[in-house]
């Protein structure tokens, strides 16, 4: 089975902290996600990586970076956390391009609040 | 880009009872078409998909059925039971046309009641 993991399950941050949220997944998948999950609003892609090195921004990348240094390490970083980023924050991975499926397999998310 | 419209937002029904959960897709490339169970606490599972060159799939009590000519897809759950409650999120993508993939429903908390 795919497995995908996340480093903090919780975690609580001051307005203006550096915060890094980590996610590893052991399918030598190429792609990997960072979504953030609010009530009323779903899944929303921040950013992807199709491979080490590169990443392209998605839907909301505003006040977020990532860092893909490995391909099984996908890397969040808030560079001056905020209040409005307070959020459920879920990383995924995907099989390779020409894959049988796009399945997105995620990881058990962290919780983050920001003070 | 794909929308991905689902309904409804909460759904409550009776234990033994089916329940079914509709989602509409804007792009006509979109041609994979996922389901997501999230329990609370945890991250989204793959609980069921289909591709567009087939119109049904079922998998035991849970089931999915496509309409590509109207552009929407549906979730079935027949004889719920109370581990069924949770949140489900249906999903849209264009199989090889990028890394960033599955566009998301906005999701529908499915309660059961005993």
């Known amino acids: 089975d795919v497995k995908v993991t996340q480093s903090s399950r919780y975690l609580v941050k001051r307005t203006g902290e550096k915060v890094f949220l980590e996610c590893v997944q052991d399918?030598?998948?190429?792609?990997m996600f960072w979504y953030r999950q609010d009530p009323g609003l779903g899944l929303r892609l921040i950013y992807f990586?199709?491979?080490?090195?590169?990443?392209e921004k998605g839907d909301i990348p505003e006040g977020y970076s990532v860092s893909r240094e490995k391909k099984e390490r996908f890397s969040l970083i808030l560079e001056s956390a905020s209040t409005n980023q307070t959020s459920m924050y879920l990383c995924?991975?995907?099989?390779?391009?020409?894959?049988?499926?796009?399945?997105?397999?995620f990881g058990p998310g962290t919780r983050l609040t920001v003070l | 880009g794909e929308n991905v419209e689902q309904h409804p937002s909460t759904l409550s029904v009776q234990e033994g009872d089916s329940a079914v959960i509709k989602c509409t897709y804007s792009?006509?490339?979109?041609?994979?078409f996922p389901w997501y169970k999230q329990e609370l606490g945890k991250g989204p599972q793959l609980i069921i998909d289909?591709?567009?060159?087939?119109g049904e799939k079922k998998d035991q009590r849970i089931a999915v059925t496509l309409n590509k000519t109207a552009k929407h897809f549906s979730l079935h759950i027949t004889e719920t039971q109370p581990e069924d409650s949770a949140v489900y999120f249906c999903?849209?993508?264009?199989?090889?046309?990028?890394?960033?993939?599955?566009?998301f429903g906005k999701g529908t908390h499915l309660i059961i009641q005993p």
């Open positions: 792009d006509s490339a979109s041609n994979y």
């Open positions: 289909i591709r567009s060159n087939v």
């Open positions: 999903a849209a993508s264009t199989s090889g046309g990028g890394a960033d993939g599955l566009t």
């Open positions: 990586s199709y491979d080490v090195k590169m990443k």
């Open positions: 399918m030598d998948h190429e792609n």
């Open positions: 995924a991975s995907r099989p390779p391009w020409g894959a049988i499926t796009d399945t997105q397999y």
